[in-house]
Nanobody, 126 residues
Framework: QVQLVESGGGLVQAGGSLRLSCAASGRAFSSYAMGWVRQAPGKEREFVAGISRDGGGVYYADSVKGRFTVSRDNAKNTAYLQMNSLKPEDTAAYYC???????????????????WGQGTQVTVSS
């Protein structure tokens, strides 16, 4: 099991950047794939990015591809989401999550993730 705490959200103007962090505690952080999910009022939950256990496999939703970068530092038990060229439609609460997975796999279904952080708010103004 793993416990997750997100940080790094805030208010930024369109075109700006933020880096979200997800600090993990518990057993064997490197045994989990990590994902980022966002939720905005009135919109469907969206799986935006994920990274495999060793960092060799990544996934991005089409809506963020080319703008967001997911990474992890297993020595620090931390996952990251670098968000560049932010748009107002990126405004949402962002959650990190951990999933048991094979070494090179990035699960894309939130049902595969059984540990979740508390969320951090990202607001992009126009």
């Amino acid at each position: 099991q793993v416990q997750l705490v997100e940080s790094g959200g805030g208010l930024v103007q369109a075109g700006g950047s933020l880096r979200l962090s997800c600090a993990a505690s518990g057993r064997a952080f490197s045994s989990y794939a990590m994902g980022w999910v966002r939720q905005a009022p009135g919109k469907e939950r969206e799986f935006v990015a994920g990274i495999s256990r060793d960092g060799g496999g990544v996934y991005y939703a089409d809506s963020v591809k080319g703008r967001f970068t997911v990474s992890r530092d297993n020595a620090k038990n931390t996952a990251y989401l670098q968000m560049n060229s932010l748009k107002p439609e990126d405004t949402a609460a962002y959650y990190c999550a951990a999933a048991v997975a094979s070494t090179f796999v990035v699960p894309r279904n939130p049902l595969n993730y059984n540990s979740w952080g508390q969320g951090t708010q990202v607001t992009v103004s126009s």
